[in-house]
């Protein structure tokens, strides 16, 4: 919780059903035709894959970091670029890459919302900014 979960940045992803934001609609319907593809069984949902992409983007953090220092890690978080043909990059039909854009404060390609943990540990949405509930803003390293 001290490296990843600190206040500040954490990339969260939601992918409920009945948030009203048309990229996401648009991506739980492809992720049906997607899942029965791949052969994943039916009770595979979007939100375990979501989880996934999560997991292997920290991991890949850690690696990238080389030590369990805080700062080298957040350097890395912003550092990673996850494209198609890496093993490490679950969805690739449905973002051509997962990178974080430090101007932004967001993934580059987004279809879902993203937020972050607040001071008081409240989840608040950086993006997308129609649906905003707080400014987005970059970790401080501690």
């Known amino acids: 919780r001290l490296t990843i979960g600190r206040p500040g940045w954490i990339g969260l992803e939601y992918g409920h059903s009945d948030?009203?934001?048309?990229?996401?609609?648009?991506y739980l319907k492809r992720f049906k035709g997607w899942a029965k593809q791949k052969g994943l069984p039916?009770?595979?949902?979007?939100y375990h894959v979501?989880?996934?992409q999560l997991a292997y983007f920290v991991c890949r953090a850690l690696e990238m970091a080389g030590s369990r220092n805080h700062e080298d890690i957040n350097r890395a978080l912003w550092n990673i670029s996850l494209k198609k043909g890496d093993p490490h990059f679950v969805t690739p039909i449905f973002l051509p890459?997962?990178?974080f854009d430090p101007k932004t404060?967001?993934?580059?390609h987004q279809s879902l919302?993203?937020?972050?943990?607040?001071?008081?540990?409240?989840?608040?949405?950086?993006?997308?900014k129609e649906m905003r509930t707080a400014p987005p803003r970059k970790p401080v390293a501690r």
């Open 50 to 52: 979501i989880g996934t």
């Open 113 to 128: 919302l993203t937020g972050f943990w607040d001071e008081k540990g409240k989840v608040q949405i950086a993006y997308p």
């Open 105 to 108: 404060n967001y993934p580059v």
């Open 97 to 99: 890459e997962l990178k």
């Open 19 to 26: 948030i009203p934001y048309k990229p996401l609609q648009d």
């Open 42 to 46: 039916e009770k595979v949902e979007q």
